[in-house]
């Protein structure tokens, strides 16, 4: 099949989300429930469009397709507009002819042309190394405790059904539990909104609960059940202390026997307070994956980040810096010019005479989003090189922390 046989464009009528639907089905499969994620979006997401979703037609027969998922994400309270690459899929017999790579020219078209910061995807390994992404984020935390595990104990709150009035005080809660993150989702209210409408997360369906005390929010958490393999999902829960995590544990203790489960997992970050109480109990955690994610413009993003670069340098022993800082890409370099601690300029460069901070632009965004030290890359990867006399600083610049990143949609 030569490459004139086939077209790219959005989804634009009734027939091609029909035909869509139908690809995602055929691809993911019947029982995996991506079809009525899609669903999901184009009826009620508050801000995606047909106009991001990107399919190839071969003689009107849609037959591959992408999705752009518009996210907010915070790197130490500097919002970034974050696109995610979702439900990528072609037709078994439409396999190696190219057409992924030509649904990712356009997406990534898209995403320099609508100002993204970032692009990511949780994807099968290795593949999307050829599109520019690298590993730079945990994902599919895991945590799993059998149910007959956990201690009998007094239920000393309300836990009742979350309800669309008690979305203000969620809101409030996380963000007060994502402070520990370097990296994390920003919900809008209208994520919210469609979360409690379609009683769907992601793909799945959910059930919300919220833990009161003095007649109080106090904390919320958000579960799932697969009873075929009789598993009980934590998919999301905030921030609580060892008091509260008893009343939680209790609870879903008593939901499991009633409903004929045998095991707890929750599928939340190593760092919440509630995963160190599950192994406590004697839960074991899992190896983690990772988001990979692609960086737009380096210059663009450093242009954002100077607020954020300059917080960091006034926290420090360099809060007087004076030097023009040459950050090597290899094939090009963005100079940060600082006087006294005060960024002055920040530009991209053709040149790459200064060797002094050389950096591998794809296993860079491990540094810049916390993933991975200084330390840790330069032992990795030969060609990620930091003269010693600044190291110190990109230490200060780029320190590794937590991160974790919230469903939105």
């Known amino acids: 099949m030569s490459n004139s046989e086939f077209t790219v464009q959005n989804l634009e009528t009734e027939e091609d989300i029909e035909q869509h639907l139908k690809l995602m089905r055929t691809v993911f499969g019947e029982k995996s429930r991506v079809d009525l994620q899609v669903k999901k979006w184009i009826g009620h997401h508050p801000t995606m469009t047909l106009e991001d979703f990107f399919v190839v037609k071969h003689k009107d027969r849609i037959v591959a397709g992408i999705n752009l998922i518009p996210l907010e994400w915070s790197l130490s309270g500097i919002p970034l507009k974050v696109a995610e690459l979702g439900c990528v899929a072609t037709l078994p017999e439409y396999r190696r002819n190219g057409l992924q790579r030509r649904l990712m020219e356009e997406y990534h078209k898209r ?8 692009s990511a995807i949780e994807g099968i390994p290795f593949f999307y190394r050829q599109f520019g ?7 599919d935390e895991e945590t799993r405790l059998a149910i007959s595990k956990i201690p009998d104990c007094k239920v000393n709150h309300v836990i009742r059904p979350f309800r669309t009035t008690d979305i203000s005080d969620a809101m409030r809660i996380l963000t007060i ?9 920003v919900r809008s209210k209208g994520i919210w909104e469609m979360a409690q409408r379609t009683g769907m997360i992601a793909e799945y369906e959910f059930e919300g609960y919220v833990v009161e005390e003095k007649e109080k929010p106090i904390a919320y958490f958000r579960i799932s059940v697969n009873t075929e393999n009789r598993e009980l999902f934590l998919r999301e829960i905030t921030d609580v202390d060892q008091y509260v995590a008893q009343s939680i544990l209790k609870f879903l203790k008593d939901m499991g026997k009633q409903r004929g489960l045998g095991t707890l997992v929750a599928t939340i970050s190593y760092h919440e307070p509630f995963t160190e109480h599950m192994i ?10 990772a988001w990979q994610i692609r960086v737009t413009d380096y210059t663009s993003l450093f242009q954002k980040l100077k607020t954020l670069i300059e917080k960091r340098l006034a926290m420090s022993t360099y809060r007087h810096l004076t030097e023009k800082l040459n950050f090597n890409f290899y094939r090009y370099t963005v100079q940060v010019t600082l006087e006294n601690g005060t960024i002055k300029d920040i530009e991209g460069l053709k040149n790459c ?4 901070i050389r950096f591998n632009p794809f296993v860079f965004t491990q540094l810049l989003l916390g993933y991975r030290s200084r330390e840790e890359l330069q032992k990795i990867y030969p060609d990620f090189l930091v003269r010693p006399s600044h190291r110190h600083l990109v230490d200060i610049l780029f320190p590794k922390l937590p991160s974790y990143i919230h469903t939105a949609y």
Do not use: N
């Not at 539990?177 to 989702?185: A, D, E, G, N, P």
């Open 111 to 118: 995403v320099l042309k609508q100002g993204y910061d970032l």
């Open 133 to 139: 992404y690298e590993y730079a984020l945990p994902l």
């Open 177 to 185: 539990s994502q402070q520990k993150y370097c990296v994390h989702t």
């Open 280 to 289: 406590a109990a004697g839960g074991e955690s899992a190896p983690p994956y």
């Open 353 to 356: 005479e200064d060797r002094t």
